[in-house]
């Protein structure tokens, strides 16, 4: 074993869940759960580096739910992929970081109803478990990329091991440019 | 600088409380490294219990007890913390992977392996890959403030699985 860098073992595509142009000079994947607090600290941070970058960046967010300690970090991470196929991940993502208090079952069918995704079809992929196998697959890409807690980043392919606060993420990516 | 034990090296035994008894003078559970021959094991050495850094590292590796046991292993936390502050720790967090304490003599076990830091008495961020015989088949030293995550880890138990040597 001679390669001891933690770069992504599953590249970016236009699979995963992005925003802006994945051939952006930048690209910024995260890898969190929406039942952390840290990731909900990272949420706005993002967003201002986001809207300061602009077309300069792709943002990539990947579920890495941390399910032994939070209790509703898998479903929601289940529940932003049934989002997603009904076109609505985005939406649905910042729903949850804004909402980080109300994860249970009941509030995922609450936000996802409130976006006007299907109510029933909403319930019966997210108890029967639809999109364990593609949340397992997301954490496993990121245990493997040497995601070693949330939020962890990625900056073009390697792992950030720098602060993420807006000004020292911003100035690291401010120079790649 | 520590001088971290290398891969090829047969990992030094050692006997260290993983439970707190009911009181001060009661041992509690002892874990002994060479009762675990026949499967792998992962020592994961870290500064202290309750400091962040540690605590997401050990997270992490709760969340991957399974993918262990795929891989015929058992990963151990070892630092300096008492099995009473261990026990805390553990409980508060709801981790179900063991904690070792090297607490009495303080860090002699991190002494035989060369991770323990003189200068400041705690335990540096290693880890030790470990095989069925007993030999260390990866070892890793990481800066104190950086977790390491389970990668490099998973890597080298699938090597053993694999049969790949490197030494």
């Not at chain 2, 409380?17 to 003078?25: K, L, R």
């Not at chain 2, 021959?37 to 050495?45: E, Q, R, S």
């Not at chain 2, 007993?134 to 104190?144: A, T």
Request: charged residues 25%.
């Amino acid at each position: 074993m001679t390669d001891l860098g933690n770069d992504l073992t599953v590249p970016v595509t236009e699979d995963d869940h992005l925003q802006g142009n994945i051939d952006a000079a930048l690209v910024l994947v995260e890898y969190g759960d929406y039942e952390c607090v840290h990731c909900g600290r990272a949420y706005p941070i993002v967003k201002k580096i986001q809207q300061h970058l602009g077309k300069d960046l792709c943002f990539v967010f990947r579920n890495f739910p941390l399910s032994q300690s939070h209790p509703h970090a898998e479903h929601a991470a289940e529940a932003s992929e049934i989002a997603d196929a009904g076109g609505k991940f985005w939406e649905y993502h910042d729903v949850l970081f804004e909402n980080q208090d109300a994860l249970d079952d009941s509030s995922l069918a609450t936000h996802a109803a409130n976006l006007g995704l299907d109510e029933e079809g909403f319930q019966n992929e997210l108890q029967g478990g639809t999109y364990e196998d593609k949340v397992q697959q997301s954490f496993m890409s990121g245990v493997e990329s040497g995601v070693n807690g949330t939020p962890s980043f990625f900056v073009n392919g390697s792992r950030y091991d720098g602060d993420w606060e807006y000004e020292p993420l911003m100035e690291y990516l401010s120079s790649l440019r | 600088m520590s001088n971290i034990l290398s891969a090829g090296t047969p990992a030094p035994d050692f006997a260290l409380q993983s439970t707190a008894g009911t009181s001060a003078g009661d041992a509690g559970e002892m874990v002994k490294l060479s009762d675990l021959k026949g499967k792998n094991v992962v020592l994961a050495f870290y500064p202290a219990d309750w400091s962040a850094v540690c605590g997401d590292q050990l997270a992490l590796y709760n969340e991957l007890i399974p993918m262990f046991e795929k891989l015929d292993a058992e990963l151990i936390g070892i630092s300096v913390d008492s099995a009473f502050c261990h026990q805390a720790f553990r409980e508060n967090r709801e981790y179900k992977i063991r904690l070792l304490a090297d607490f009495e003599p303080k860090g002699e076990v991190a002494r035989k392996y060369g991770v323990y830091r003189e200068q400041d008495g705690f335990t540096e961020r290693a880890l030790f890959v470990i095989d069925a015989e007993g030999v260390i088949r990866w070892s890793y030293l990481s800066p104190m403030e950086i977790n390491p995550g389970a990668n490099h880890i998973l890597e080298a138990l699938k090597e053993i699985k694999e049969g790949v040597h490197h030494d």
